[in-house]
Protein backbone atom coordinates (compact mmCIF):
# COMPACT_ATOMS: atom_id res chain seq x y z
CA UNK A 1 0.00 0.00 0.00
CA UNK A 2 1.70 3.07 -1.05
CA UNK A 3 -0.12 6.83 0.10
CA UNK A 4 0.10 10.41 0.97
CA UNK A 5 -1.52 9.23 3.93
CA UNK A 6 0.64 6.38 5.37
CA UNK A 7 4.28 5.98 6.40
CA UNK A 8 4.35 2.55 7.09
CA UNK A 9 3.20 0.14 4.01
CA UNK A 10 2.68 -3.34 5.02
CA UNK A 11 6.03 -4.06 3.57
CA UNK A 12 7.42 -1.61 5.69
CA UNK A 13 6.41 -2.45 8.54
CA UNK A 14 7.38 -5.88 8.26
CA UNK A 15 10.79 -4.53 8.26
CA UNK A 16 10.96 -1.72 10.38
CA UNK A 17 10.48 -0.88 14.07
CA UNK A 18 7.95 1.14 15.20
CA UNK A 19 9.40 3.56 17.78
CA UNK A 20 6.59 6.45 18.18
CA UNK A 21 3.80 4.28 20.16
CA UNK A 22 6.43 3.66 23.30
CA UNK A 23 7.09 7.22 23.05
CA UNK A 24 3.29 8.34 23.45
CA UNK A 25 2.94 5.64 26.05
CA UNK A 26 6.09 7.32 28.14
CA UNK A 27 4.30 10.01 28.05
CA UNK A 28 1.31 8.73 29.51
CA UNK A 29 2.92 6.74 32.57
CA UNK A 30 4.81 10.07 33.11
CA UNK A 31 1.39 11.92 33.47
CA UNK A 32 0.25 9.48 35.49
CA UNK A 33 3.38 9.44 37.94
CA UNK A 34 3.35 13.44 38.55
CA UNK A 35 -0.54 13.44 39.05
CA UNK A 36 -0.63 10.19 41.41
CA UNK A 37 2.44 13.04 43.27
CA UNK A 38 -0.40 15.29 43.33
CA UNK A 39 -2.61 13.20 44.59
CA UNK A 40 -0.15 11.98 47.61
CA UNK A 41 0.03 15.76 49.02
CA UNK A 42 -3.87 16.42 48.07
CA UNK A 43 -5.73 13.06 47.61
CA UNK A 44 -8.85 15.16 45.66
CA UNK A 45 -11.28 12.61 44.88
CA UNK A 46 -14.16 12.90 47.25
CA UNK A 47 -14.47 9.91 49.69
CA UNK A 48 -14.22 7.08 49.20
CA UNK A 49 -11.73 7.02 46.68
CA UNK A 50 -10.10 10.81 48.41
CA UNK A 51 -10.39 12.79 51.23
CA UNK A 52 -11.58 16.04 48.63
CA UNK A 53 -8.11 17.66 50.06
CA UNK A 54 -7.59 20.12 47.41
CA UNK A 55 -4.44 22.65 46.81
CA UNK A 56 -5.31 26.63 47.15
CA UNK A 57 -4.45 29.86 45.26
CA UNK A 58 -1.49 29.96 43.13
CA UNK A 59 -0.99 26.24 43.15
CA UNK A 60 -4.47 25.24 42.49
CA UNK A 61 -3.64 27.15 39.31
CA UNK A 62 -0.50 25.94 38.27
CA UNK A 63 -1.47 22.27 39.39
CA UNK A 64 -5.03 21.69 38.51
CA UNK A 65 -4.40 19.54 35.53
CA UNK A 66 -2.55 16.81 37.93
CA UNK A 67 -6.25 15.79 39.05
CA UNK A 68 -6.71 14.21 35.34
CA UNK A 69 -4.54 11.34 35.48
CA UNK A 70 -7.48 9.10 34.61
CA UNK A 71 -7.17 10.48 31.04
CA UNK A 72 -3.64 8.63 30.33
CA UNK A 73 -5.22 5.47 31.21
CA UNK A 74 -7.47 6.09 28.08
CA UNK A 75 -4.15 6.91 26.44
CA UNK A 76 -2.85 3.24 27.38
CA UNK A 77 -6.42 1.25 26.55
CA UNK A 78 -6.08 3.13 22.93
CA UNK A 79 -2.59 2.11 22.47
CA UNK A 80 -3.15 -1.12 23.54
CA UNK A 81 -5.69 -1.56 20.58
CA UNK A 82 -3.51 -0.18 18.27
CA UNK A 83 -0.59 -2.29 18.94
CA UNK A 84 -2.13 -5.44 19.46
CA UNK A 85 -3.86 -5.15 15.84
CA UNK A 86 -0.82 -3.98 14.24
CA UNK A 87 0.83 -7.73 13.65
CA UNK A 88 -2.81 -9.18 12.57
CA UNK A 89 -3.34 -6.33 9.93
CA UNK A 90 0.44 -7.05 8.72
CA UNK A 91 -0.87 -11.08 8.82
CA UNK A 92 -4.01 -10.01 6.40
CA UNK A 93 -6.29 -9.92 9.48
CA UNK A 94 -5.09 -12.98 10.64
CA UNK A 95 -4.17 -13.98 14.18
CA UNK A 96 -0.99 -15.09 13.66
CA UNK A 97 -0.39 -18.48 15.86
CA UNK A 98 -4.19 -18.51 16.62
CA UNK A 99 -6.35 -18.10 20.14
CA UNK A 100 -4.19 -19.99 22.37
CA UNK A 101 -0.75 -18.73 21.48
CA UNK A 102 -1.99 -15.08 21.57
CA UNK A 103 -3.36 -16.22 25.47
CA UNK A 104 0.09 -17.67 26.10
CA UNK A 105 1.87 -14.41 24.67
CA UNK A 106 -0.45 -12.47 26.62
CA UNK A 107 -0.40 -14.02 29.67
CA UNK A 108 3.49 -14.09 29.90
CA UNK A 109 3.77 -10.66 29.49
CA UNK A 110 1.76 -9.33 31.63
CA UNK A 111 0.90 -11.59 34.54
CA UNK A 112 4.58 -12.35 35.80
CA UNK A 113 5.66 -8.88 36.33
CA UNK A 114 2.05 -7.49 37.95
CA UNK A 115 1.98 -10.61 40.39
CA UNK A 116 5.90 -9.60 41.50
CA UNK A 117 4.56 -5.60 41.51
CA UNK A 118 1.66 -7.92 44.02
CA UNK A 119 3.93 -9.34 46.12
CA UNK A 120 6.14 -6.37 46.11
CA UNK A 121 3.37 -3.73 47.53
CA UNK A 122 2.06 -6.66 49.99
CA UNK A 123 5.51 -6.89 51.78
CA UNK A 124 5.90 -2.96 51.72
CA UNK A 125 2.21 -2.87 53.02
CA UNK A 126 3.13 -5.71 55.96
CA UNK A 127 6.78 -3.93 56.99
CA UNK A 128 6.52 -0.16 56.28
CA UNK A 129 3.28 1.23 55.18
CA UNK A 130 0.21 -0.62 56.18
CA UNK A 131 -0.90 2.43 58.38
CA UNK A 132 -3.02 5.25 57.07
CA UNK A 133 -1.87 8.39 56.93
CA UNK A 134 -4.23 10.79 55.43
CA UNK A 135 -2.21 10.22 51.21
CA UNK A 136 -3.94 8.49 48.50
CA UNK A 137 -2.13 5.73 49.56
CA UNK A 138 -4.89 5.20 52.15
CA UNK A 139 -7.33 3.81 49.53
CA UNK A 140 -5.17 0.69 49.51
CA UNK A 141 -5.63 -0.04 52.64
CA UNK A 142 -6.78 -2.56 54.51
CA UNK A 143 -5.81 -5.59 52.71
CA UNK A 144 -8.00 -8.47 53.29
CA UNK A 145 -8.35 -11.83 52.33
CA UNK A 146 -10.85 -11.24 49.36
CA UNK A 147 -8.75 -8.15 48.12
CA UNK A 148 -5.70 -10.77 47.81
CA UNK A 149 -8.06 -13.28 46.50
CA UNK A 150 -9.31 -10.72 43.61
CA UNK A 151 -5.89 -9.13 42.65
CA UNK A 152 -4.49 -12.81 42.06
CA UNK A 153 -7.82 -14.34 39.69
CA UNK A 154 -7.76 -10.61 38.32
CA UNK A 155 -10.88 -9.61 39.39
CA UNK A 156 -10.36 -6.05 41.17
CA UNK A 157 -11.84 -4.12 38.33
CA UNK A 158 -14.99 -5.63 39.46
CA UNK A 159 -14.39 -6.06 43.55
CA UNK A 160 -12.14 -4.47 46.17
CA UNK A 161 -10.90 -2.21 43.26
CA UNK A 162 -7.94 -0.04 45.20
CA UNK A 163 -6.69 -2.65 47.60
CA UNK A 164 -3.17 -3.47 47.66
CA UNK A 165 -1.99 -0.72 44.90
CA UNK A 166 -4.87 1.12 43.61
CA UNK A 167 -3.28 1.58 40.31
CA UNK A 168 -3.95 -2.35 39.34
CA UNK A 169 -7.48 -1.84 38.43
CA UNK A 170 -6.87 -1.33 35.25
CA UNK A 171 -4.24 -4.24 34.69
CA UNK A 172 -7.59 -6.57 35.00
CA UNK A 173 -9.61 -4.61 32.93
CA UNK A 174 -6.99 -4.14 30.29
CA UNK A 175 -6.94 -8.42 30.85
CA UNK A 176 -10.20 -8.39 30.36
CA UNK A 177 -9.90 -6.93 26.87
CA UNK A 178 -7.18 -9.37 25.77
CA UNK A 179 -10.24 -11.99 26.54
CA UNK A 180 -12.30 -10.70 24.03
CA UNK A 181 -9.55 -9.57 21.47
CA UNK A 182 -10.02 -12.73 19.31
CA UNK A 183 -13.34 -11.95 19.16
CA UNK A 184 -13.06 -8.75 18.14
CA UNK A 185 -10.55 -10.17 15.48
CA UNK A 186 -13.45 -12.52 13.84
CA UNK A 187 -15.94 -9.87 13.94
CA UNK A 188 -13.49 -7.58 12.15
CA UNK A 189 -12.48 -10.34 9.67
CA UNK A 190 -16.08 -10.72 8.55
CA UNK A 191 -17.60 -7.34 9.24
CA UNK A 192 -14.70 -4.78 8.77
CA UNK A 193 -13.25 -2.19 11.29
CA UNK A 194 -15.94 0.06 10.56
CA UNK A 195 -18.80 -1.87 11.18
CA UNK A 196 -17.66 -3.87 14.15
CA UNK A 197 -16.49 -0.23 15.52
CA UNK A 198 -20.02 1.41 15.36
CA UNK A 199 -21.31 -2.08 16.81
CA UNK A 200 -19.18 -2.27 19.57
CA UNK A 201 -19.86 1.57 20.02
CA UNK A 202 -23.62 1.18 19.69
CA UNK A 203 -23.08 -1.73 22.19
CA UNK A 204 -20.88 -0.37 24.93
CA UNK A 205 -22.58 3.45 25.02
CA UNK A 206 -26.63 1.83 25.45
CA UNK A 207 -24.68 0.10 28.30
CA UNK A 208 -23.43 3.61 30.06
CA UNK A 209 -26.64 4.77 28.79
CA UNK A 210 -28.99 2.38 30.48
CA UNK A 211 -27.22 2.16 33.85
CA UNK A 212 -27.36 5.97 34.06
CA UNK A 213 -31.28 5.76 33.13
CA UNK A 214 -31.36 2.97 36.27
CA UNK A 215 -29.20 4.89 38.54
CA UNK A 216 -27.00 2.39 38.70
CA UNK A 217 -23.79 3.57 40.47
CA UNK A 218 -21.86 0.53 41.43
CA UNK A 219 -19.86 0.41 37.84
CA UNK A 220 -18.55 3.89 37.00
CA UNK A 221 -19.35 4.28 33.35
CA UNK A 222 -16.21 5.39 32.08
CA UNK A 223 -14.45 1.66 33.10
CA UNK A 224 -17.50 0.50 30.24
CA UNK A 225 -16.33 3.10 27.95
CA UNK A 226 -12.52 2.39 28.07
CA UNK A 227 -13.81 -1.28 26.26
CA UNK A 228 -14.74 0.71 23.32
CA UNK A 229 -11.91 3.09 23.36
CA UNK A 230 -9.92 -0.40 22.90
CA UNK A 231 -11.73 -0.83 19.97
CA UNK A 232 -10.88 2.86 18.97
CA UNK A 233 -6.81 1.67 18.75
CA UNK A 234 -7.76 -1.12 16.52
CA UNK A 235 -9.43 1.34 13.69
CA UNK A 236 -6.19 3.40 13.98
CA UNK A 237 -4.56 0.16 12.94
CA UNK A 238 -6.34 -0.08 10.10
CA UNK A 239 -6.98 3.18 8.76
CA UNK A 240 -3.02 3.52 8.99
CA UNK A 241 -2.38 0.20 7.23
CA UNK A 242 -5.58 -1.31 5.74
CA UNK A 243 -5.31 -1.49 1.75
CA UNK A 244 -9.28 -2.36 1.79
CA UNK A 245 -12.63 -0.62 2.45
CA UNK A 246 -13.32 3.08 0.98
CA UNK A 247 -14.51 4.48 4.40
CA UNK A 248 -11.39 3.97 5.75
CA UNK A 249 -9.68 5.74 2.70
CA UNK A 250 -11.46 8.66 3.46
CA UNK A 251 -11.22 8.54 7.26
CA UNK A 252 -6.92 8.02 6.20
CA UNK A 253 -7.70 11.44 4.67
CA UNK A 254 -9.66 13.02 7.52
CA UNK A 255 -8.41 16.38 9.03
CA UNK A 256 -6.85 14.37 11.97
CA UNK A 257 -4.80 17.57 13.47
CA UNK A 258 -7.88 18.79 14.07
CA UNK A 259 -9.41 16.18 15.37
CA UNK A 260 -7.07 16.05 18.03
CA UNK A 261 -7.27 20.03 18.47
CA UNK A 262 -10.97 20.28 18.79
CA UNK A 263 -10.40 17.06 21.01
CA UNK A 264 -8.36 18.42 23.33
CA UNK A 265 -9.92 21.76 23.35
CA UNK A 266 -13.80 20.34 24.45
CA UNK A 267 -11.61 18.60 27.20
CA UNK A 268 -9.66 21.35 28.19
CA UNK A 269 -12.89 23.65 27.89
CA UNK A 270 -15.12 21.12 29.99
CA UNK A 271 -12.80 20.46 32.99
CA UNK A 272 -12.12 24.56 33.62
CA UNK A 273 -15.83 24.27 33.25
CA UNK A 274 -17.26 21.76 35.22
CA UNK A 275 -14.92 21.67 37.85
CA UNK A 276 -13.36 18.70 39.56
CA UNK A 277 -16.06 17.40 40.71
CA UNK A 278 -18.32 17.30 37.76
CA UNK A 279 -15.98 15.82 35.86
CA UNK A 280 -15.25 13.18 38.04
CA UNK A 281 -19.12 12.26 37.51
CA UNK A 282 -19.04 12.56 33.95
CA UNK A 283 -15.68 11.49 32.94
CA UNK A 284 -17.23 8.71 30.41
CA UNK A 285 -18.28 11.98 28.43
CA UNK A 286 -14.83 13.30 28.28
CA UNK A 287 -12.96 10.15 27.85
CA UNK A 288 -14.39 9.85 24.57
CA UNK A 289 -13.05 13.15 23.91
CA UNK A 290 -9.50 11.67 25.10
CA UNK A 291 -9.89 8.19 23.35
CA UNK A 292 -10.36 10.71 19.78
CA UNK A 293 -7.23 12.76 20.65
CA UNK A 294 -5.32 9.79 20.91
CA UNK A 295 -6.62 7.63 17.85
CA UNK A 296 -6.17 11.50 16.00
CA UNK A 297 -2.38 11.51 17.41
CA UNK A 298 -1.87 7.97 16.30
CA UNK A 299 -2.69 8.48 12.50
CA UNK A 300 -1.23 11.77 12.37
CA UNK A 301 2.11 10.05 13.51
CA UNK A 302 1.74 7.45 10.92
CA UNK A 303 1.54 10.28 8.46
CA UNK A 304 4.25 10.20 5.56
CA UNK A 305 6.47 13.21 5.18
CA UNK A 306 7.91 15.38 7.72
CA UNK A 307 6.86 14.64 10.64
CA UNK A 308 7.26 16.50 13.81
CA UNK A 309 4.68 14.33 16.63
CA UNK A 310 6.02 11.33 14.70
CA UNK A 311 10.05 12.83 15.39
CA UNK A 312 9.14 14.08 18.62
CA UNK A 313 7.06 10.72 20.38
CA UNK A 314 9.98 9.00 18.54
CA UNK A 315 12.67 10.46 20.67
CA UNK A 316 15.26 8.24 22.74
CA UNK A 317 14.33 8.90 25.35
CA UNK A 318 10.82 9.20 25.34
CA UNK A 319 10.93 5.32 23.93
CA UNK A 320 13.11 4.58 25.85
CA UNK A 321 11.49 5.03 28.98
CA UNK A 322 8.17 3.53 27.01
CA UNK A 323 9.86 0.45 27.17
CA UNK A 324 9.55 0.29 30.57
CA UNK A 325 6.46 2.30 31.93
CA UNK A 326 4.56 -0.95 32.31
CA UNK A 327 6.93 -1.50 35.62
CA UNK A 328 6.28 2.12 36.19
CA UNK A 329 2.88 2.06 36.44
CA UNK A 330 2.81 -1.16 38.27
CA UNK A 331 5.02 -0.25 41.13
CA UNK A 332 5.27 3.84 41.62
CA UNK A 333 2.29 4.43 44.51
CA UNK A 334 3.98 1.98 47.10
CA UNK A 335 7.14 3.89 45.98
CA UNK A 336 5.23 7.10 46.38
CA UNK A 337 4.12 6.19 49.84
CA UNK A 338 7.45 5.41 51.20
CA UNK A 339 9.20 8.65 49.90
CA UNK A 340 6.40 10.63 51.15
CA UNK A 341 6.53 9.04 54.86
CA UNK A 342 9.76 8.23 55.49
CA UNK A 343 11.32 11.24 53.91
CA UNK A 344 9.05 14.19 53.14
CA UNK A 345 6.40 13.89 56.04
CA UNK A 346 8.95 13.88 58.75
CA UNK A 347 10.49 17.41 57.13
CA UNK A 348 6.91 18.94 58.58
CA UNK A 349 6.79 21.44 55.64
CA UNK A 350 3.71 23.14 54.34
CA UNK A 351 2.02 21.36 51.51
CA UNK A 352 2.89 23.47 48.23
CA UNK A 353 6.67 22.67 49.57
CA UNK A 354 5.90 18.86 49.97
CA UNK A 355 4.91 18.76 46.08
CA UNK A 356 7.76 20.20 45.23
CA UNK A 357 10.12 17.88 47.44
CA UNK A 358 8.50 14.88 46.52
CA UNK A 359 8.42 15.83 43.28
CA UNK A 360 11.85 16.42 42.95
CA UNK A 361 12.80 13.34 45.21
CA UNK A 362 10.67 10.60 44.09
CA UNK A 363 10.95 11.29 39.86
CA UNK A 364 14.25 10.27 39.42
CA UNK A 365 13.98 7.40 42.17
CA UNK A 366 11.20 5.64 40.51
CA UNK A 367 12.51 5.70 37.25
CA UNK A 368 15.40 4.31 38.64
CA UNK A 369 13.61 1.82 40.82
CA UNK A 370 11.12 0.92 38.02
CA UNK A 371 13.49 0.12 35.24
CA UNK A 372 15.87 -2.14 37.75
CA UNK A 373 12.22 -3.86 38.65
CA UNK A 374 12.07 -4.17 34.78
CA UNK A 375 15.29 -6.06 34.60
CA UNK A 376 14.69 -8.66 36.75
CA UNK A 377 10.84 -9.03 36.65
CA UNK A 378 9.44 -7.81 33.23
CA UNK A 379 12.16 -7.95 30.78
CA UNK A 380 12.50 -11.80 31.42
CA UNK A 381 9.05 -12.27 30.26
CA UNK A 382 9.25 -10.41 26.94
CA UNK A 383 9.41 -12.42 23.98
CA UNK A 384 13.17 -12.31 22.91
CA UNK A 385 12.46 -12.15 18.86
CA UNK A 386 10.29 -8.98 19.01
CA UNK A 387 10.89 -6.30 17.12
CA UNK A 388 7.96 -4.04 17.63
CA UNK A 389 6.43 -1.76 20.20
CA UNK A 390 3.20 -3.72 19.53
CA UNK A 391 4.44 -7.15 21.17
CA UNK A 392 5.67 -4.85 23.98
CA UNK A 393 3.08 -3.12 24.72
CA UNK A 394 1.10 -3.20 28.09
Not at 53 to 79: D, E, Q
Not at 84 to 90: D, F, S, Y
Not at 174 to 200: A, D, M, R
Request: charged share 10%; hydrophobic share 50%; proline share 5%.
Amino acid sequence: MNGIGTVFSLEATKKRRVDFPDGLRAIAALFVLFSHIWYQVWPAVLPPFGYGKRPSGLMLSITSWLYYGHFAVVVFIVLSGFCLMLPIVRNNGILRGGTLKFFKRRVRRILPPYYFAMVLSLLLINFVISDKTGTQWDISLPVTVEGIITHLFMFQDIATSTQINYVFWSIALEFHLYIFFPILVFLWQYLGGIKTTLLSGVFIYGIIILLEAMHLKEVPPQFIGLCFYFVLGMLGTSIVLSQNGPLLLVLRYAPWRIIFTLSIACIIYYCYVWGFDVVEERFAFLDTFCALATLSLLVTASSSGENIIRDFLSSKILVNIGTFSYSIYLIHAPILQCIWKYMIHPLHLNENQDFILLSLSSLPTIIILSYVFYLYCERPFLNPSVTTSSHRSK
